[in-house]
């Protein structure tokens, strides 16, 4: 488990979770985001901590975000790690369902690759506006948020769902439409009606996160091609695989195409050409192969008097056999 004492009533959602999720991949033609199937696995595994992964993941206590600890200490570990981490099984079964919702929808209408570097860039901009808003409320004599501790990936989530409605009109909730930009902090009141306990300061760093994500984006060219650099990072794995499968395709055609590049003829070094029956190299000032005397294919004219003057018997570069080749390279020597 997550938290430091075993709790023996644990799994009592993951049904239900694998049942929500069996209806979102299940049928047959429907998408399969598989980038938000992964989430929803890590988040489970570092939650529940099957086998021996609960010796080799970091406890709870020592992962749980704490702006005090992180600034003091510079805990890059809780600032990161916190989010994949649950303090209940209600908060892991909420966040998660709305995960497989809100995720599900981005990632298919953004891309696999362009969706994962948004969540990681989330991340990142949620957890800091987190740290920037807990100091200035510490500032301003408020202590609570700056040596409080927390956990979870609600702040990512509800970044998620600002983007997703930013594109959106209004949307009807209870009979009322709202404008959809209003929608995630609509939902972060529920959030903190339904569990009082929840972290406020995150959520609205998760929201705030969301906004800056979608101005960021639309930004000057520098922003852009750092998003386009965190998609091309996520993105590597598949890429490296694909160039794997094209290189054994190319191994599998290797005799026919070093066939084909045999028969043109070869460049050497500056001021040589190379022999395409013998690969003897010749000076450049020469039209006649000065091993095997036979004629440069770049050079038509040589070649065609060399034809002539050989006669009806001489035999074409493609048709020289191997002992045809060693009796002029012992004829031009003179052995």
């Known amino acids: 488990m997550s938290r430091d004492r075993y709790d023996p009533h644990a799994g009592r959602t993951l049904p239900l979770l694998a049942f929500l999720m069996l209806l979102k991949y299940g049928p047959a033609g429907a998408t399969r985001p598989p980038v938000t199937a ?11 901590r099957p086998g021996d992964l609960d010796a080799l993941l970091p406890r709870l206590r020592h992962v749980m975000f704490n702006p005090h600890l992180i600034i003091k200490y510079g805990d890059l570990r809780r600032f990161f790690l916190s989010a994949f981490y649950h303090t209940s099984e209600a908060q892991f079964f909420m966040n998660m369902t709305s995960l497989l919702r809100t995720g599900a929808q981005l990632e298919t209408s953004m891309g696999s690759s362009e969706f994962a570097s948004m969540v990681v860039s989330l991340i990142g901009l949620s957890q800091g506006f987190t740290l920037l808003l807990s100091k200035g409320l510490l500032s301003l004599g408020n202590h609570v948020p700056y040596y409080h501790f927390s956990a979870g990936f609600s702040g990512v989530v509800l970044g998620m769902n600002v983007v997703l409605n930013a594109r959106a009109g209004d949307v009807v909730c209870f009979g009322v439409a709202i404008p959809a930009k ?12 339904l569990n009082p306990e929840a972290h406020l300061v995150g959520n609205v760093g998760g929201i705030l996160a969301g906004l800056a994500y979608l101005v960021l984006r639309r930004g000057t060219e520098p922003l ?5 650099g965190i998609a091309d990072i996520v993105s590597q794995p ?18 026919s195409v070093q066939g084909h590049v045999a028969s043109l003829p070869r460049e050497t070094v500056q001021g040589t050409w190379g022999c395409t029956t013998c690969s003897y190299d010749n000076s450049r000032f020469t039209d006649v192969c000065e091993m095997c005397s036979t004629p440069h294919q770049d050079c038509g004219f040589s070649r065609r008097r060399h034809l002539q003057e050989g006669g009806n018997n001489e035999l074409s570069v493609e048709e020289l056999s191997v002992e045809e080749i060693r009796r002029r390279r012992l004829q031009r020597f003179g052995k």
């Open 182 to 193: 209003y929608v995630a902090w609509l939902e972060l009141l529920l959030v903190q009606a």
């Open 238 to 255: 598949a890429r490296f695989a694909g160039r794997l499968l094209r290189s054994a395709a190319a191994h599998r055609r290797g005799r």
């Open 224 to 228: 852009d091609l750092m998003f386009s």
């Open 38 to 48: 992964a989430l929803i696995a890590a988040n489970a595994l570092v939650y529940f």
